[in-house]
């Protein structure tokens, strides 16, 4: 069975990414790999980001790898936090208190449209490829649910009305960016490796 080293401690992650792949490939973590550093994620933009993480653990670990970056972009926020999703509310990165600054931003605002947005950069014997995946929807008033990650709790898909963090992970891989972004992954890791690449 191929191995391909996600780039990602992130237990929910992994998770979500080994549940859309399946028993077709084995997904390593980080820490399968013997990788402790902390990656680079220094882009202005969400691809960058993501082929920033994949190129430093191709080049440092020689494997086969991919890495994500998601953005959660608020249209009354100009896009905010965008890239800098993951630490909207400064050092060090809390979940908890990104999604207490979002509300408070979005106190008072009538348009709560958004779209989580991911970028997976892969690197497969050394060739780069990129795929993304999107979804649109709303900001809630408070916090609801208890799956999930992130920014999951307040954020309503288009067609739904419940959270994200309310939706079983099967449900939520069927129509999230992420699950989006994975399904061309493995639509196209499958492929390939049908095709005896």
């Known amino acids: 069975m191929r191995k391909i080293c996600f780039a990602s401690n992130n237990v929910k992650k992994l998770e979500e ?21 902390e990656l680079p994620e220094t882009g202005d933009t969400l691809e960058h980001n993501a082929f920033q993480k994949a190129r430093y653990l191709h080049d440092h670990y020689h494997v086969d790898c991919f890495a994500d970056d998601t953005g959660l972009e608020v249209t009354a926020l100009n896009g905010a936090p965008g890239v800098y999703s993951g630490r909207f509310a400064g050092p060090p990165r809390s979940d908890e208190r990104n999604v207490d600054l979002l509300l408070q931003k979005m106190e008072g605002i009538k348009d709560r449209s958004a779209a989580f947005r991911t970028v997976i950069a892969l690197i497969l014997k050394g060739k780069e490829y990129q795929f993304e995946g999107k979804a649109a929807g709303s900001i809630t008033d408070e916090r609801s649910g208890s ?6 709790p307040v954020f309503v898909p288009e067609g739904y009305e419940r959270t994200f963090a309310e939706l079983s992970l099967e449900e939520k891989n069927t129509i999230s960016h992420r699950g989006r972004a994975v399904a061309q992954l493995a639509a196209f890791l499958l492929d390939e490796s049908r095709s005896g690449g």
């Open 147 to 152: 799956n999930g990650f992130g920014y999951d």
């Open 17 to 37: 990414i080994r549940a859309a792949l399946g028993n077709t490939i084995e997904i390593l973590s980080l820490k399968d790999i013997g990788c402790s550093e």
